[in-house]
């Protein structure tokens, strides 16, 4: 008799893992390109071949049973590796010496890893990488998915990390900063004044918004004036070269404004606001031999440029 799993196709499971990643049907329609009744009638498929109840509805949410959990995380793994040996042959086919996906958290996607990896890339002109900008929850599910082999990001305090390992390898440091637009401070910048400021920040419910949160209530500081509010760095700093106010942002980001002069760094004494960056991956992804390298590579590199230490090895 044939196996309930040789039965079910990995594009029913694909569904599956995006109605339970998107929480909901029609976005899952949506992102796969189908139509809703497509998508419930994969769902019932899935359902019926396993015998058990595996989605329930929840208000307007969704709600996995304790088996439909069971068979998402196994799918999810399989959907993930299949994704990964249509790559590997596809790479074979073409004559490729490697390929990587790598995510990245916005600040070290946007910031850091662009020149590393033209920096490899000139040293392996046989391999292909594509890099993907991510929000912290965003890079962990593409790993769980298999849109991207491993990822460099910071963490969301609320992120489920089930299933994935994360090696943090480096701080970058939140700094204050404003534009010669706006007067100097008249006296030390403690927690009070710091509080009545005006800023521009990351918008609210965003994860880069909650750990900024988090690092200034340490030191007692509840911002009680945010003016402008943006979902990517630069545009925050562009608001705040300006002449907005002033913001914490990434050091790793800044090397150029703070050269430059077109943005000055305003000193927090006593405060000290480091955020780790982590390597993360899938506990079971085999690397090819290309992405560990490239693995080698990143995290030396970046690990220096955050961190201020010369890279171990080369690319």
Request: aromatic share 6%; charged share 25%; proline share 6%.
């Given at each position: 008799?044939?196996?309930?799993?040789?039965?079910?196709?990995?594009?029913?499971?694909?569904?599956?893992?995006?109605?339970?990643?998107?929480?909901?049907?029609?976005?899952?329609?949506?992102?796969?390109?189908?139509?809703?009744?497509?998508?419930?009638?994969?769902?019932?498929?899935?359902?019926?071949?396993?015998?058990?109840?595996?989605?329930?509805?929840?208000?307007?949410?969704?709600?996995?049973?304790?088996?439909?959990?069971?068979?998402?995380?196994?799918?999810?793994?399989?959907?993930?590796?299949?994704?990964?040996?249509?790559?590997?042959?596809?790479?074979?086919?073409?004559?490729?010496?490697?390929?990587?996906?790598?995510?990245?958290?916005?600040?070290?996607?946007?910031?850091?890893?662009?020149?590393?990896?033209?920096?490899?890339?000139?040293?392996?002109?046989?391999?292909?990488?594509?890099?993907?900008?991510?929000?912290?929850?965003?890079?962990?599910?593409?790993?769980?998915?298999?849109?991207?082999?491993?990822?460099?990001?910071?963490?969301?305090?609320?992120?489920?990390?089930?299933?994935?390992?994360?090696?943090?390898?480096?701080?970058?440091?939140?700094?204050?900063?404003?534009?010669?637009?706006?007067?100097?401070?008249?006296?030390?910048?403690?927690?009070?004044?710091?509080?009545?400021?005006?800023?521009?920040?990351?918008?609210?419910?965003?994860?880069?918004?909650?750990?900024?949160?988090?690092?200034?209530?340490?030191?007692?500081?509840?911002?009680?004036?945010?003016?402008?509010?943006?979902?990517?760095?630069?545009?925050?700093?562009?608001?705040?070269?300006?002449?907005?106010?002033?913001?914490?942002?990434?050091?790793?980001?800044?090397?150029?404004?703070?050269?430059?002069?077109?943005?000055?760094?305003?000193?927090?004494?006593?405060?000290?606001?480091?955020?780790?960056?982590?390597?993360?991956?899938?506990?079971?992804?085999?690397?090819?031999?290309?992405?560990?390298?490239?693995?080698?590579?990143?995290?030396?590199?970046?690990?220096?440029?955050?961190?201020g230490h010369p890279p171990a090895v080369g690319p």
């Amino acid at each position: 008799m044939r196996s309930l799993v040789s039965q079910l196709s990995i594009h029913k499971l694909e569904v599956l893992c995006t109605v339970v990643e998107l929480n909901g049907f029609s976005r899952a329609a949506q992102k796969l390109n189908i139509t809703q009744p497509v998508v419930s009638a994969h769902i019932k498929a899935l359902t019926d071949k396993f015998d058990v109840p595996l989605i329930v509805k929840a208000g307007r949410r969704i709600e996995l049973t304790e088996d439909g959990e069971r068979v998402y995380r196994w799918a999810r793994d399989l959907v993930s590796r299949t994704r990964e040996i249509e790559r590997e042959i596809s790479d074979s086919q073409k004559g490729v010496v490697g390929r990587a996906s790598v995510g990245a958290s916005m600040t070290i996607g946007s910031y850091v890893l662009p020149a590393l990896v033209t920096e490899f890339q000139r040293a392996h002109p046989l391999g292909e990488i594509s890099v993907q900008s991510y929000n912290p929850m965003a890079a962990m599910d593409a790993i769980h998915s298999g849109a991207c082999d491993f990822s460099f990001t910071i963490i969301d305090p609320r992120q489920d990390m089930r299933g994935l390992h994360a090696e943090a390898i480096a701080s970058d440091d939140l700094i204050l900063v404003t534009s010669e637009r706006v007067p100097a401070l008249e006296g030390p910048p403690t927690p009070d004044i710091i509080s009545g400021l005006p800023f521009v920040s990351a918008q609210w419910g965003m994860p880069r918004r909650e750990i900024e949160e988090n690092l200034l209530e340490r030191y007692g500081i509840r911002r009680r004036s945010i003016i402008l509010e943006f979902g990517h760095a630069e545009s925050l700093k562009q608001a705040v070269r300006a002449g907005a106010g002033y913001a914490f942002v990434f050091r790793s980001s800044l090397r150029g404004e703070l050269k430059s002069s077109l943005l000055r760094e305003v000193e927090t004494p006593g405060m000290s606001l480091k955020v780790p960056v982590y390597f993360v991956r899938r506990p079971n992804k085999r690397l090819s031999s290309f992405q560990q390298r490239l693995v080698d590579f990143l995290v030396d590199e970046i690990t220096a440029q955050l961190e201020g230490h010369p890279p171990a090895v080369g690319p």
